[in-house]
Protein backbone atom coordinates (compact mmCIF):
# COMPACT_ATOMS: atom_id res chain seq x y z
CA UNK A 1 0.00 0.00 0.00
CA UNK A 2 1.74 3.18 -1.28
CA UNK A 3 1.12 6.10 1.71
CA UNK A 4 3.03 9.14 1.34
CA UNK A 5 4.32 12.66 0.86
CA UNK A 6 6.93 13.09 -1.39
CA UNK A 7 9.80 14.99 0.14
CA UNK A 8 10.93 18.26 0.76
CA UNK A 9 14.22 19.31 1.97
CA UNK A 10 14.40 22.84 3.48
CA UNK A 11 17.65 24.59 3.43
CA UNK A 12 16.72 27.43 5.75
CA UNK A 13 15.56 27.08 9.41
CA UNK A 14 11.22 28.08 10.02
CA UNK A 15 11.07 31.20 11.82
CA UNK A 16 7.63 31.81 13.71
CA UNK A 17 6.75 35.23 12.71
CA UNK A 18 4.80 34.24 9.84
CA UNK A 19 1.12 32.67 8.92
CA UNK A 20 -0.32 30.40 6.44
CA UNK A 21 -3.62 29.85 5.67
CA UNK A 22 -4.55 27.07 3.01
CA UNK A 23 -7.69 26.18 1.97
CA UNK A 24 -7.66 22.34 1.91
CA UNK A 25 -9.86 20.37 0.35
CA UNK A 26 -10.49 16.47 1.27
CA UNK A 27 -12.86 13.88 -0.41
CA UNK A 28 -13.50 9.93 0.03
CA UNK A 29 -14.03 7.80 3.05
CA UNK A 30 -14.23 9.10 5.91
CA UNK A 31 -15.80 6.55 8.09
CA UNK A 32 -13.07 7.25 11.45
CA UNK A 33 -12.71 10.75 10.97
CA UNK A 34 -9.72 10.71 8.26
CA UNK A 35 -11.17 13.84 6.28
CA UNK A 36 -10.81 16.23 9.80
CA UNK A 37 -14.56 17.56 8.67
CA UNK A 38 -15.48 16.89 12.72
CA UNK A 39 -17.56 14.01 12.43
CA UNK A 40 -17.47 10.52 11.10
CA UNK A 41 -19.23 9.39 8.62
CA UNK A 42 -20.27 8.51 4.94
CA UNK A 43 -18.01 8.76 2.50
CA UNK A 44 -17.42 12.54 0.67
CA UNK A 45 -17.37 11.60 -3.13
CA UNK A 46 -15.96 15.03 -3.80
CA UNK A 47 -13.93 18.09 -2.06
CA UNK A 48 -15.06 19.05 0.93
CA UNK A 49 -13.11 22.66 2.39
CA UNK A 50 -11.62 21.49 5.72
CA UNK A 51 -12.04 24.10 8.50
CA UNK A 52 -9.71 27.05 10.03
CA UNK A 53 -7.86 24.24 11.68
CA UNK A 54 -6.37 23.23 8.08
CA UNK A 55 -4.41 26.79 8.34
CA UNK A 56 -0.53 26.60 7.62
CA UNK A 57 -0.71 23.12 5.85
CA UNK A 58 1.97 23.03 3.33
CA UNK A 59 1.71 18.93 2.72
CA UNK A 60 -0.50 16.22 3.61
CA UNK A 61 0.03 12.35 4.10
CA UNK A 62 -2.84 9.90 4.10
CA UNK A 63 -2.90 6.65 5.46
CA UNK A 64 -5.54 3.70 6.01
CA UNK A 65 -7.46 5.75 7.97
CA UNK A 66 -5.95 8.27 9.41
CA UNK A 67 -4.24 11.47 8.08
CA UNK A 68 -0.94 13.74 8.94
CA UNK A 69 -0.52 17.52 8.27
CA UNK A 70 2.77 19.08 8.00
CA UNK A 71 2.37 23.02 8.87
CA UNK A 72 4.65 25.70 8.09
CA UNK A 73 6.13 25.90 11.49
CA UNK A 74 7.73 22.30 11.21
CA UNK A 75 5.30 20.90 13.44
CA UNK A 76 1.99 17.92 12.39
CA UNK A 77 -1.60 17.29 13.10
CA UNK A 78 -3.36 14.12 12.94
CA UNK A 79 -6.99 12.95 12.48
CA UNK A 80 -8.70 9.73 12.24
CA UNK A 81 -8.02 6.44 13.38
CA UNK A 82 -5.83 5.82 16.22
CA UNK A 83 -6.27 2.31 17.49
CA UNK A 84 -2.41 1.74 17.50
CA UNK A 85 -1.46 5.21 18.53
CA UNK A 86 -0.62 6.29 14.80
CA UNK A 87 -2.35 10.03 15.82
CA UNK A 88 1.11 10.30 18.25
CA UNK A 89 -1.17 12.66 20.61
CA UNK A 90 -0.28 9.88 23.00
CA UNK A 91 -3.70 8.03 23.47
CA UNK A 92 -5.35 5.37 21.50
CA UNK A 93 -8.63 7.34 21.32
CA UNK A 94 -10.06 7.83 17.36
CA UNK A 95 -10.06 11.71 16.86
CA UNK A 96 -12.37 13.46 14.23
CA UNK A 97 -10.53 17.01 14.09
CA UNK A 98 -6.84 18.02 13.35
CA UNK A 99 -4.75 17.96 16.48
CA UNK A 100 -1.14 18.22 17.38
CA UNK A 101 1.11 15.13 17.14
CA UNK A 102 3.33 15.44 20.35
CA UNK A 103 6.63 16.66 20.55
CA UNK A 104 7.59 17.02 16.64
CA UNK A 105 9.16 20.35 15.56
CA UNK A 106 11.55 21.58 12.54
CA UNK A 107 9.43 18.07 10.24
CA UNK A 108 9.94 19.03 6.48
CA UNK A 109 8.45 15.65 5.63
CA UNK A 110 5.63 13.25 6.31
CA UNK A 111 4.92 9.40 5.31
CA UNK A 112 1.84 7.32 6.88
CA UNK A 113 1.33 3.79 7.42
CA UNK A 114 -1.19 1.58 7.90
CA UNK A 115 -1.34 2.29 11.32
CA UNK A 116 2.05 3.75 12.24
CA UNK A 117 3.65 7.53 10.86
CA UNK A 118 6.92 8.66 9.97
CA UNK A 119 8.64 12.33 10.06
CA UNK A 120 11.58 13.48 8.49
CA UNK A 121 13.10 16.32 10.45
CA UNK A 122 15.17 19.03 8.85
CA UNK A 123 18.20 17.14 10.65
CA UNK A 124 18.37 14.30 8.27
CA UNK A 125 16.54 11.92 11.14
CA UNK A 126 13.52 10.59 11.25
CA UNK A 127 11.01 9.64 13.94
CA UNK A 128 8.25 6.84 14.08
CA UNK A 129 4.72 6.27 16.33
CA UNK A 130 1.91 4.02 15.92
CA UNK A 131 1.73 0.12 15.53
CA UNK A 132 5.61 -1.03 16.30
CA UNK A 133 4.00 -5.21 16.49
CA UNK A 134 6.29 -5.82 13.46
CA UNK A 135 9.00 -3.69 13.96
CA UNK A 136 7.85 -0.89 12.12
CA UNK A 137 8.75 1.83 13.95
CA UNK A 138 12.91 0.77 13.94
CA UNK A 139 13.51 0.65 17.56
CA UNK A 140 14.74 -2.95 17.80
CA UNK A 141 13.39 -5.07 20.67
CA UNK A 142 10.87 -7.68 20.69
CA UNK A 143 8.14 -7.69 17.79
CA UNK A 144 5.21 -9.83 17.87
CA UNK A 145 4.46 -8.83 21.29
CA UNK A 146 1.16 -6.76 21.91
CA UNK A 147 1.89 -5.48 25.24
CA UNK A 148 4.96 -3.21 23.39
CA UNK A 149 2.83 -3.26 19.97
CA UNK A 150 2.45 0.36 20.33
CA UNK A 151 4.25 3.60 20.18
CA UNK A 152 2.24 6.45 21.35
CA UNK A 153 3.91 9.13 21.12
CA UNK A 154 6.87 10.01 18.61
CA UNK A 155 10.48 8.71 19.37
CA UNK A 156 14.11 8.69 17.16
CA UNK A 157 15.04 5.89 15.19
CA UNK A 158 18.01 4.89 16.12
CA UNK A 159 21.39 5.08 14.48
CA UNK A 160 19.63 6.83 10.69
CA UNK A 161 21.13 10.13 9.92
CA UNK A 162 21.73 11.77 6.31
CA UNK A 163 17.96 10.89 4.99
CA UNK A 164 16.59 12.94 2.88
CA UNK A 165 13.18 11.00 1.94
CA UNK A 166 11.25 8.62 3.76
CA UNK A 167 8.10 6.14 2.68
CA UNK A 168 6.11 3.60 4.33
CA UNK A 169 4.23 0.57 2.59
CA UNK A 170 1.18 -1.14 4.57
CA UNK A 171 3.44 -2.60 7.68
CA UNK A 172 7.22 -1.75 6.77
CA UNK A 173 9.14 1.88 6.33
CA UNK A 174 11.35 3.17 4.24
CA UNK A 175 14.33 6.16 4.33
CA UNK A 176 16.66 7.04 1.38
CA UNK A 177 20.12 8.68 2.60
CA UNK A 178 21.72 11.32 1.18
CA UNK A 179 24.39 9.02 -0.80
CA UNK A 180 21.82 7.30 -2.66
CA UNK A 181 21.43 4.28 -0.61
CA UNK A 182 18.17 2.68 0.78
CA UNK A 183 17.07 1.38 4.30
CA UNK A 184 13.74 -1.02 5.01
CA UNK A 185 12.59 -1.99 8.18
CA UNK A 186 9.52 -3.52 9.44
CA UNK A 187 7.21 -6.22 8.22
CA UNK A 188 9.19 -8.70 5.85
CA UNK A 189 6.99 -11.34 4.86
CA UNK A 190 7.05 -10.91 1.02
CA UNK A 191 11.18 -9.52 1.24
CA UNK A 192 9.98 -6.16 0.68
CA UNK A 193 12.76 -4.97 2.78
CA UNK A 194 14.86 -6.09 0.02
CA UNK A 195 17.65 -7.74 1.88
CA UNK A 196 17.97 -11.06 0.31
CA UNK A 197 15.43 -12.98 2.56
CA UNK A 198 11.88 -13.22 3.64
CA UNK A 199 10.62 -13.01 7.57
CA UNK A 200 13.04 -12.44 9.65
CA UNK A 201 11.75 -13.13 13.51
CA UNK A 202 8.59 -15.05 14.62
CA UNK A 203 6.71 -11.72 13.16
CA UNK A 204 8.42 -12.25 9.62
CA UNK A 205 9.72 -8.75 10.30
CA UNK A 206 13.10 -6.89 10.81
CA UNK A 207 12.97 -4.26 13.64
CA UNK A 208 16.06 -1.92 12.83
CA UNK A 209 16.81 -0.20 9.90
CA UNK A 210 19.42 -2.29 7.45
CA UNK A 211 20.75 -1.32 3.87
CA UNK A 212 18.27 -3.14 1.01
CA UNK A 213 20.05 -4.64 -1.70
CA UNK A 214 23.84 -5.02 -0.60
CA UNK A 215 25.61 -6.89 -3.00
CA UNK A 216 23.28 -6.40 -5.49
CA UNK A 217 24.95 -5.31 -9.10
CA UNK A 218 23.77 -2.22 -10.27
CA UNK A 219 22.21 -1.26 -7.11
CA UNK A 220 23.05 2.28 -6.42
CA UNK A 221 22.58 6.11 -6.67
CA UNK A 222 19.00 5.80 -5.82
CA UNK A 223 17.27 9.25 -6.18
CA UNK A 224 13.51 8.42 -4.96
CA UNK A 225 11.52 5.73 -3.07
CA UNK A 226 8.15 4.14 -2.99
CA UNK A 227 6.38 1.77 -0.24
CA UNK A 228 3.63 -0.71 -1.90
CA UNK A 229 1.44 -3.25 0.25
CA UNK A 230 3.63 -5.70 -0.52
CA UNK A 231 6.04 -5.00 -2.55
CA UNK A 232 8.86 -2.14 -3.00
CA UNK A 233 9.59 0.38 -5.61
CA UNK A 234 12.93 2.66 -6.35
CA UNK A 235 14.35 5.04 -8.67
CA UNK A 236 17.62 5.09 -9.84
CA UNK A 237 19.30 8.51 -10.97
CA UNK A 238 19.65 6.85 -14.47
CA UNK A 239 16.01 6.18 -15.12
CA UNK A 240 16.07 2.92 -14.34
CA UNK A 241 13.03 1.35 -11.92
CA UNK A 242 14.02 -1.49 -9.20
CA UNK A 243 11.74 -3.85 -7.42
CA UNK A 244 11.33 -5.77 -4.39
CA UNK A 245 8.68 -7.69 -2.75
CA UNK A 246 5.46 -9.57 -3.46
CA UNK A 247 5.24 -10.43 -6.86
CA UNK A 248 1.23 -12.05 -6.71
CA UNK A 249 0.04 -9.95 -9.00
CA UNK A 250 3.05 -9.09 -10.81
CA UNK A 251 4.18 -5.85 -9.36
CA UNK A 252 7.76 -7.00 -10.56
CA UNK A 253 6.32 -5.57 -13.86
CA UNK A 254 9.27 -8.62 -15.92
CA UNK A 255 6.78 -10.90 -17.44
CA UNK A 256 5.53 -13.27 -14.65
CA UNK A 257 3.53 -13.46 -11.48
CA UNK A 258 3.76 -15.62 -8.42
CA UNK A 259 6.70 -15.75 -5.63
CA UNK A 260 8.36 -13.22 -3.78
CA UNK A 261 11.41 -10.92 -5.13
CA UNK A 262 13.87 -11.12 -1.81
CA UNK A 263 16.12 -8.69 -2.93
CA UNK A 264 16.29 -5.53 -5.54
CA UNK A 265 15.84 -6.65 -9.26
CA UNK A 266 15.68 -4.22 -12.42
CA UNK A 267 12.30 -3.69 -14.01
CA UNK A 268 13.52 -4.45 -17.85
CA UNK A 269 10.31 -3.23 -19.15
CA UNK A 270 10.52 0.20 -18.76
CA UNK A 271 13.41 2.85 -18.74
CA UNK A 272 13.70 6.88 -18.66
CA UNK A 273 11.66 7.04 -15.81
CA UNK A 274 11.71 10.40 -13.42
CA UNK A 275 9.08 9.44 -10.72
CA UNK A 276 8.14 6.94 -8.87
CA UNK A 277 4.74 5.64 -7.03
CA UNK A 278 3.79 2.43 -5.48
CA UNK A 279 0.07 0.77 -4.65
CA UNK A 280 -1.72 -1.95 -3.76
CA UNK A 281 -0.02 -4.56 -5.46
CA UNK A 282 0.38 -2.30 -8.39
CA UNK A 283 3.26 0.06 -9.34
CA UNK A 284 3.21 3.50 -11.32
CA UNK A 285 5.72 5.27 -13.17
CA UNK A 286 5.79 8.79 -14.80
CA UNK A 287 8.14 9.50 -17.34
CA UNK A 288 9.41 13.15 -18.65
CA UNK A 289 7.62 13.55 -21.51
CA UNK A 290 4.25 13.34 -18.85
CA UNK A 291 3.30 10.04 -19.75
CA UNK A 292 2.35 7.29 -17.22
CA UNK A 293 2.75 3.69 -17.15
CA UNK A 294 1.75 1.15 -14.79
CA UNK A 295 1.63 -2.96 -14.01
CA UNK A 296 0.34 -5.45 -11.82
CA UNK A 297 -2.92 -5.35 -9.69
CA UNK A 298 -6.06 -4.23 -12.58
CA UNK A 299 -9.27 -5.32 -10.55
CA UNK A 300 -9.49 -1.84 -9.59
CA UNK A 301 -8.77 -0.31 -13.15
CA UNK A 302 -5.56 0.27 -11.05
CA UNK A 303 -3.62 0.53 -14.88
CA UNK A 304 -5.47 3.47 -16.17
CA UNK A 305 -5.71 2.32 -19.65
CA UNK A 306 -9.89 1.59 -20.03
CA UNK A 307 -9.41 -1.93 -18.76
CA UNK A 308 -10.11 -3.60 -15.28
CA UNK A 309 -9.74 -7.29 -14.67
CA UNK A 310 -6.59 -9.07 -15.20
CA UNK A 311 -3.30 -7.68 -14.29
CA UNK A 312 -0.48 -6.42 -16.34
CA UNK A 313 2.47 -7.81 -15.93
CA UNK A 314 4.74 -5.66 -17.82
CA UNK A 315 4.39 -1.89 -17.71
CA UNK A 316 1.38 -0.44 -19.80
CA UNK A 317 0.75 3.17 -20.87
CA UNK A 318 -2.50 4.67 -19.23
CA UNK A 319 -4.51 6.92 -21.46
CA UNK A 320 -3.33 10.47 -19.41
CA UNK A 321 -0.45 12.46 -20.65
CA UNK A 322 1.06 16.31 -19.90
CA UNK A 323 1.38 14.57 -16.30
CA UNK A 324 4.22 16.54 -13.76
CA UNK A 325 2.82 14.25 -10.72
CA UNK A 326 1.61 11.35 -9.15
CA UNK A 327 0.97 9.91 -6.05
CA UNK A 328 -0.72 6.43 -5.33
CA UNK A 329 -2.20 4.96 -2.56
CA UNK A 330 -4.33 1.53 -1.96
CA UNK A 331 -5.83 1.34 -5.18
CA UNK A 332 -6.27 4.51 -6.98
CA UNK A 333 -3.89 6.92 -7.82
CA UNK A 334 -4.04 10.84 -8.83
CA UNK A 335 -1.71 12.70 -11.32
CA UNK A 336 -1.05 16.33 -11.12
CA UNK A 337 -1.08 18.12 -14.67
CA UNK A 338 1.04 20.83 -15.48
CA UNK A 339 -2.36 23.69 -15.04
CA UNK A 340 -2.52 21.96 -11.37
CA UNK A 341 -5.72 20.04 -12.61
CA UNK A 342 -6.13 16.32 -10.45
CA UNK A 343 -6.93 13.93 -12.07
CA UNK A 344 -7.24 10.28 -10.65
CA UNK A 345 -8.46 6.85 -11.46
CA UNK A 346 -8.79 3.73 -9.60
CA UNK A 347 -10.85 2.48 -7.15
CA UNK A 348 -14.25 4.92 -6.43
CA UNK A 349 -16.27 3.04 -4.12
CA UNK A 350 -15.52 5.35 -1.25
CA UNK A 351 -15.04 8.48 -3.28
CA UNK A 352 -11.70 8.61 -3.54
CA UNK A 353 -11.11 9.46 -7.03
CA UNK A 354 -13.08 12.88 -6.18
CA UNK A 355 -15.99 13.09 -9.18
CA UNK A 356 -18.88 13.89 -6.92
CA UNK A 357 -19.97 10.00 -7.43
CA UNK A 358 -19.24 6.67 -5.75
CA UNK A 359 -19.05 3.50 -8.04
CA UNK A 360 -20.81 1.21 -5.53
CA UNK A 361 -22.54 -0.99 -8.04
CA UNK A 362 -21.53 -4.05 -9.69
CA UNK A 363 -18.36 -4.16 -11.93
CA UNK A 364 -15.21 -3.03 -10.41
CA UNK A 365 -16.45 -0.04 -8.76
CA UNK A 366 -13.82 2.25 -10.16
CA UNK A 367 -13.10 4.53 -13.07
CA UNK A 368 -10.68 2.62 -15.18
CA UNK A 369 -9.51 5.76 -17.17
CA UNK A 370 -8.49 8.97 -15.90
CA UNK A 371 -11.03 11.51 -14.86
CA UNK A 372 -10.33 15.35 -14.00
CA UNK A 373 -11.22 15.46 -10.18
CA UNK A 374 -14.01 18.30 -9.11
CA UNK A 375 -10.74 19.74 -6.99
CA UNK A 376 -10.61 22.70 -10.10
CA UNK A 377 -7.11 24.18 -11.59
CA UNK A 378 -4.24 25.62 -10.12
CA UNK A 379 -3.31 23.26 -6.96
CA UNK A 380 0.55 23.10 -5.77
CA UNK A 381 0.01 20.68 -2.97
CA UNK A 382 -2.03 17.31 -3.05
CA UNK A 383 -1.75 14.10 -0.81
CA UNK A 384 -3.70 10.52 -0.84
CA UNK A 385 -4.30 7.96 1.41
CA UNK A 386 -5.61 4.48 0.79
CA UNK A 387 -9.18 5.52 0.77
CA UNK A 388 -9.23 9.18 0.56
CA UNK A 389 -7.24 12.03 -0.33
CA UNK A 390 -6.55 16.07 -0.24
CA UNK A 391 -5.31 19.03 -2.40
CA UNK A 392 -4.10 22.59 -0.72
CA UNK A 393 -4.33 25.96 -2.21
CA UNK A 394 -2.12 28.35 0.00
CA UNK A 395 -2.37 31.88 1.08
CA UNK A 396 0.41 33.25 3.38
CA UNK A 397 0.03 36.51 5.37
CA UNK A 398 3.80 37.59 6.46
CA UNK A 399 2.26 38.59 9.63
CA UNK A 400 5.14 41.31 10.95
CA UNK A 401 8.71 42.21 9.81
CA UNK A 402 11.98 40.03 9.87
CA UNK A 403 14.42 38.43 8.17
CA UNK A 404 15.20 35.47 6.68
CA UNK A 405 11.43 34.42 6.35
CA UNK A 406 10.67 31.18 4.59
CA UNK A 407 7.34 29.90 3.20
CA UNK A 408 7.96 26.14 2.30
CA UNK A 409 5.54 23.73 0.41
CA UNK A 410 5.73 20.50 -1.06
CA UNK A 411 7.33 21.47 -4.43
CA UNK A 412 8.38 25.13 -3.92
CA UNK A 413 9.49 27.54 -1.64
CA UNK A 414 10.39 31.30 -0.60
CA UNK A 415 12.74 32.58 1.23
CA UNK A 416 12.08 36.49 2.20
CA UNK A 417 15.12 37.82 3.23
CA UNK A 418 13.62 41.37 4.50
CA UNK A 419 9.77 41.94 5.16
CA UNK A 420 8.84 45.85 6.32
CA UNK A 421 5.29 45.40 7.05
CA UNK A 422 1.95 42.53 6.75
CA UNK A 423 2.01 40.93 3.20
CA UNK A 424 -0.42 38.26 2.01
CA UNK A 425 1.48 35.66 -0.82
CA UNK A 426 -1.10 33.96 -3.06
CA UNK A 427 0.54 30.58 -4.83
CA UNK A 428 -0.96 29.09 -7.78
CA UNK A 429 0.43 26.46 -10.09
CA UNK A 430 0.18 27.45 -13.83
CA UNK A 431 0.76 25.33 -17.48
CA UNK A 432 4.05 26.88 -18.20
CA UNK A 433 3.34 27.96 -21.87
CA UNK A 434 0.51 29.70 -21.05
CA UNK A 435 2.04 32.82 -19.60
CA UNK A 436 1.96 34.97 -22.45
CA UNK A 437 5.55 35.64 -21.48
CA UNK A 438 8.71 35.81 -24.24
CA UNK A 439 10.94 32.95 -23.85
CA UNK A 440 14.65 34.50 -23.86
CA UNK A 441 16.80 33.16 -26.86
CA UNK A 442 19.10 30.30 -26.40
CA UNK A 443 16.35 28.84 -23.12
CA UNK A 444 13.37 26.45 -24.20
CA UNK A 445 11.06 26.04 -21.60
CA UNK A 446 11.14 22.16 -19.85
CA UNK A 447 8.37 20.36 -21.61
CA UNK A 448 5.95 18.99 -18.66
CA UNK A 449 7.29 20.63 -15.57
CA UNK A 450 5.62 22.78 -12.84
CA UNK A 451 5.10 26.65 -12.56
CA UNK A 452 3.93 28.93 -10.27
CA UNK A 453 2.23 31.93 -10.25
CA UNK A 454 3.08 34.06 -6.81
CA UNK A 455 1.23 37.51 -6.34
CA UNK A 456 2.10 39.51 -3.06
CA UNK A 457 -0.22 42.22 -1.77
CA UNK A 458 0.95 44.72 -1.07
CA UNK A 459 3.81 44.31 -3.35
CA UNK A 460 7.11 43.33 -1.02
CA UNK A 461 10.30 44.96 -1.27
CA UNK A 462 13.76 43.27 -1.40
CA UNK A 463 15.14 39.91 -2.13
CA UNK A 464 13.41 37.14 -2.43
CA UNK A 465 14.79 33.34 -2.77
CA UNK A 466 12.51 31.31 -4.69
CA UNK A 467 12.95 27.16 -4.82
CA UNK A 468 11.27 25.22 -7.62
CA UNK A 469 11.16 20.92 -7.62
CA UNK A 470 11.69 19.61 -10.86
CA UNK A 471 11.54 15.25 -10.10
CA UNK A 472 10.34 14.75 -13.74
CA UNK A 473 14.29 15.04 -14.23
CA UNK A 474 16.56 12.17 -13.60
CA UNK A 475 20.09 13.32 -15.73
CA UNK A 476 22.48 14.38 -13.54
CA UNK A 477 23.79 16.45 -16.54
CA UNK A 478 20.12 17.70 -17.87
CA UNK A 479 19.70 19.08 -14.57
CA UNK A 480 22.77 21.33 -13.92
CA UNK A 481 21.28 23.11 -17.59
CA UNK A 482 18.03 23.57 -15.63
CA UNK A 483 16.92 27.52 -15.02
CA UNK A 484 14.44 29.26 -13.01
CA UNK A 485 12.94 31.76 -15.31
CA UNK A 486 11.24 35.22 -13.64
CA UNK A 487 8.46 37.19 -15.42
CA UNK A 488 9.41 40.80 -16.11
CA UNK A 489 7.15 43.21 -18.08
CA UNK A 490 6.94 40.99 -21.21
CA UNK A 491 9.60 38.57 -20.62
CA UNK A 492 10.86 35.88 -18.62
CA UNK A 493 13.94 36.63 -17.57
CA UNK A 494 17.08 34.35 -16.07
CA UNK A 495 17.54 34.62 -12.62
CA UNK A 496 19.11 31.39 -11.55
CA UNK A 497 21.46 31.16 -8.62
CA UNK A 498 23.43 28.26 -9.35
CA UNK A 499 24.53 25.62 -9.04
CA UNK A 500 21.12 23.53 -9.30
CA UNK A 501 20.68 21.40 -5.96
CA UNK A 502 20.42 17.92 -7.62
CA UNK A 503 20.25 15.88 -4.09
CA UNK A 504 16.62 17.19 -3.88
CA UNK A 505 16.11 18.39 -7.64
CA UNK A 506 15.56 22.08 -6.80
CA UNK A 507 16.74 24.84 -8.95
CA UNK A 508 16.65 28.47 -7.11
CA UNK A 509 16.55 32.09 -8.44
CA UNK A 510 16.83 35.32 -6.57
CA UNK A 511 14.43 38.31 -7.58
CA UNK A 512 13.09 41.50 -6.19
CA UNK A 513 9.36 40.77 -6.93
CA UNK A 514 7.24 37.89 -7.51
CA UNK A 515 5.50 36.66 -10.67
CA UNK A 516 5.32 33.76 -12.66
CA UNK A 517 7.89 31.13 -12.37
CA UNK A 518 9.11 28.97 -14.96
CA UNK A 519 11.77 26.16 -15.24
CA UNK A 520 13.74 26.50 -18.56
CA UNK A 521 16.45 24.67 -19.99
CA UNK A 522 19.68 26.79 -20.82
CA UNK A 523 20.67 25.40 -24.69
CA UNK A 524 24.06 27.56 -24.98
CA UNK A 525 27.28 25.52 -24.83
CA UNK A 526 28.72 25.18 -21.24
CA UNK A 527 32.25 26.23 -20.98
CA UNK A 528 34.73 24.71 -18.48
CA UNK A 529 35.19 26.22 -15.62
CA UNK A 530 36.25 26.12 -12.14
CA UNK A 531 35.51 25.65 -8.37
CA UNK A 532 35.62 27.79 -5.51
CA UNK A 533 34.83 26.13 -2.31
CA UNK A 534 35.81 26.47 1.72
CA UNK A 535 34.32 26.90 5.02
CA UNK A 536 32.24 29.22 7.21
CA UNK A 537 33.42 28.68 11.21
CA UNK A 538 32.69 30.16 14.16
CA UNK A 539 35.10 32.15 15.77
CA UNK A 540 36.33 28.85 18.17
CA UNK A 541 37.07 27.27 14.32
CA UNK A 542 33.73 24.77 14.81
CA UNK A 543 31.99 24.54 11.29
CA UNK A 544 28.64 26.09 10.51
CA UNK A 545 25.89 24.43 9.41
CA UNK A 546 23.23 25.65 7.15
CA UNK A 547 25.04 28.79 6.36
CA UNK A 548 24.13 30.71 3.25
CA UNK A 549 27.38 31.37 1.08
CA UNK A 550 26.79 34.22 -2.29
CA UNK A 551 28.98 34.72 -4.54
CA UNK A 552 27.92 37.90 -6.99
CA UNK A 553 29.63 39.15 -10.11
CA UNK A 554 30.33 42.27 -11.50
CA UNK A 555 27.25 42.31 -13.35
CA UNK A 556 25.10 41.57 -10.43
CA UNK A 557 24.05 37.94 -10.84
CA UNK A 558 24.56 35.87 -7.67
CA UNK A 559 24.91 31.76 -6.86
CA UNK A 560 23.96 30.93 -3.71
CA UNK A 561 24.75 27.79 -1.60
CA UNK A 562 24.29 26.12 2.19
CA UNK A 563 26.73 24.65 4.34
CA UNK A 564 27.08 21.22 4.76
CA UNK A 565 26.96 19.84 8.78
CA UNK A 566 30.58 21.21 9.03
CA UNK A 567 30.54 24.21 7.11
CA UNK A 568 31.61 23.74 3.85
CA UNK A 569 30.44 24.85 0.82
CA UNK A 570 31.39 24.70 -2.85
CA UNK A 571 30.14 26.88 -6.05
CA UNK A 572 31.03 24.57 -9.01
CA UNK A 573 31.25 26.13 -12.58
CA UNK A 574 32.74 28.85 -12.08
CA UNK A 575 33.89 31.37 -14.75
CA UNK A 576 38.05 32.30 -14.56
CA UNK A 577 38.70 35.88 -14.83
CA UNK A 578 36.59 37.10 -12.96
CA UNK A 579 36.03 39.50 -9.49
CA UNK A 580 33.56 38.45 -7.41
CA UNK A 581 32.22 39.36 -3.98
CA UNK A 582 31.77 36.46 -1.83
CA UNK A 583 29.44 36.93 1.61
CA UNK A 584 28.26 34.20 4.19
CA UNK A 585 25.11 34.83 6.17
CA UNK A 586 23.27 32.76 9.15
CA UNK A 587 21.33 33.70 11.66
CA UNK A 588 23.54 33.76 14.07
CA UNK A 589 26.09 34.55 13.17
CA UNK A 590 28.13 37.96 11.53
CA UNK A 591 30.91 37.72 8.84
CA UNK A 592 32.72 40.09 6.59
CA UNK A 593 32.46 39.81 2.42
CA UNK A 594 35.67 38.72 0.80
CA UNK A 595 36.22 40.34 -2.59
CA UNK A 596 37.93 37.48 -4.91
CA UNK A 597 39.15 36.76 -8.35
CA UNK A 598 39.59 33.62 -9.59
CA UNK A 599 41.88 32.35 -12.03
CA UNK A 600 42.45 28.51 -10.95
CA UNK A 601 40.22 26.57 -8.54
CA UNK A 602 39.70 27.76 -4.65
CA UNK A 603 39.45 25.09 -2.03
CA UNK A 604 40.50 27.77 1.09
CA UNK A 605 37.91 30.29 1.37
CA UNK A 606 37.05 30.72 4.90
CA UNK A 607 34.71 32.90 7.02
CA UNK A 608 35.29 33.37 10.49
CA UNK A 609 32.37 34.79 12.04
CA UNK A 610 33.17 38.19 13.32
CA UNK A 611 29.98 38.77 15.58
CA UNK A 612 27.45 36.86 17.80
CA UNK A 613 24.30 38.08 16.66
Known amino acids: MKIRILTTVILFGYLFNHHLSAQTYGWGNNETGQLGLGNANSPQPGPVLLGSAADDVTGVGGGYDHTLFLKADGTVLATGANQSGQLGDGTTNTRTTLGPVNGLTDVVALSAGSRHSLALLSNGTVMAWGRTFEGQLGGGGESCNPSAGYGLTPALIPGLSNVIAIDTGSGHSLALKSDGTVWAWGLNFNGQTGIGVAGGDTCSCQTVPVQVGVGVSGFNNIIAISGGEGNTIALKSDGTVWVWGSNLFGAIGNGTAGGDQLSPVQNT ?345
Open 269 to 613: GITGVSQISGGFNFNVALKPDGTVFAWGFNTRGNLGNGTSGAASLIPVQSTITNVVDIKTAGAHTLAKKSDGSIWAWGWNQHGEVGIGTSDTGGGCQCRSTPVQTLAGTGNPIFGVGRYHSFVAKPSVTLQAAGSNIPIVADNFSLLFLSISSVTTITASAIDPNSTGLTVPTGYAILANSAAYDFTATPAVKGTIIPCVKVPNVFSQTQFAGLRLLHGEGTTLVDRTVLPNNYQIREVCASVTSLSPFVIAEDLSPTAVNVSVGGRVMTASGRGVSRAFVVMTDTNGVRRRVATSSFGYFLFDDVPVGETYVVSASHKLYGFSPRIVTVSDSISDLYFTADAFR
